[in-house]
């Protein structure tokens, strides 16, 4: 018999209709009842926090990462779900999957649904991420179960704002599905970012500006103006800008903020392929760093923990030159 924690943190899944929306009560706590028929496993609900995700700070997350670290070392249990509002679950359990070193298993699960809904989908989630965390093989980092399908926490994001299929891998698929007989794995992760062992500590001023046409220089300059040490620059394309972005990212730079550059396009990598003034040639001669195709989300909670850190910046630019 396996022993599974349950650490609740709030969201929708645990939300019911009072009045005119769906919200939270100090009472509020999830549906375990889908879990009664599991003879073989032993299940531990511990409420956590009771917060709706967008209430969610990056601090908060290292809160919870550091919680899950200490279970991890305590190895009282042989695996955790988290459960917590879809808004921002990408990023508290990125933030997980960087800190923890993969000994315990943790998956991450929400609902789209409130409770009091009709075709409620808290329930199923819990159960399949439930039979995920007693199955998960090593080395998968942690994950993210809804709908039936299993993601790497470092890939996946929320796509829809309501549809219970929300939550993909865009460019990579799930890495598995939940079965009414049996968990079944199509492939395995082969990257992971990790940090260095040692405290989980984040440089707040990590700022993100996703660029569009006419629009992103001055925020940069506001940015970094305003002490901001590094900035996330979601750029066009490959990884493209007008030539007054790339002007203020290389003050910017010249300052001594770190500037890594992604894509605001869902999938693909930013290359150094367009040398004209504001092409990823020329902002890497000015000094960028390129995070592939990581989300901008993802990155800057990365970013700030290398600040955090005290990590230079060719230490952190060697981090990201795998992906």
């Not at 399949?128 to 993210?144: F, I, P, Q």
């Amino acid at each position: 018999m396996k022993k599974i924690l349950i650490l609740s943190t709030g969201g929708t899944i645990e939300m019911l209709h009072e009045g005119k929306g769906l919200s939270l009560s100090p009472t509020a706590s999830i549906d375990t009842s889908s879990l009664d028929s599991m003879s073989d496993v032993r299940v531990v609900l511990r409420k956590y926090l009771n917060l709706p995700s967008p209430h969610i700070t990056p601090e908060i997350m290292v809160n919870i990462a550091e919680e899950l670290r200490k279970i991890e070392i305590s190895g009282e249990f042989d695996g955790v779900v988290v459960t917590h509002g879809t808004d921002t679950l990408e990023e508290t359990a990125f933030m997980a999957d960087i800190h923890l070193e993969g000994m315990l298993p943790v998956v991450f699960t929400a609902a789209m649904r409130g409770g009091s809904e009709l075709g409620v989908d808290g329930p199923r989630n819990i159960r399949s991420a439930v039979r995920v965390v007693c199955t998960e093989t090593e080395n998968l980092g942690v994950t993210v179960v809804l709908n039936d399908e299993i993601h790497a926490a470092g890939r996946v994001t929320k796509t829809c704002t309501s549809n219970v299929s929300s939550f993909d891998s865009p460019g990579y698929g799930p890495l598995g599905f939940v079965d009414d007989d049996r968990v079944i794995y199509h492939r395995l992760p082969i990257w992971r970012m990790n940090l260095p062992p040692g405290p989980l500590v984040l440089e707040e001023k990590v700022g993100l500006v996703r660029v569009a046409a006419g629009y992103g220089h001055d925020l940069i300059d506001f940015l970094a103006g305003s002490g901001y040490k590094g900035i996330i620059v979601e750029a066009f394309g490959r990884g493209n800008v007008h030539p007054d972005t790339a002007d203020a990212i290389e003050r910017a730079i010249d300052s001594g903020v770190v500037v890594i550059l992604t894509s605001r396009c869902h999938e693909g990598r930013v290359l150094g392929v367009y040398s004209y003034p504001g092409g990823g040639v020329d902002l890497i001669k000015r000094g960028v760093l390129s995070a592939g195709d990581m989300a901008g989300c993802k990155i800057r909670l990365f970013l700030m923990a290398c600040l955090g850190r005290k990590m230079k910046k060719d230490h952190i630019g060697k981090m990201l030159s795998s992906l």
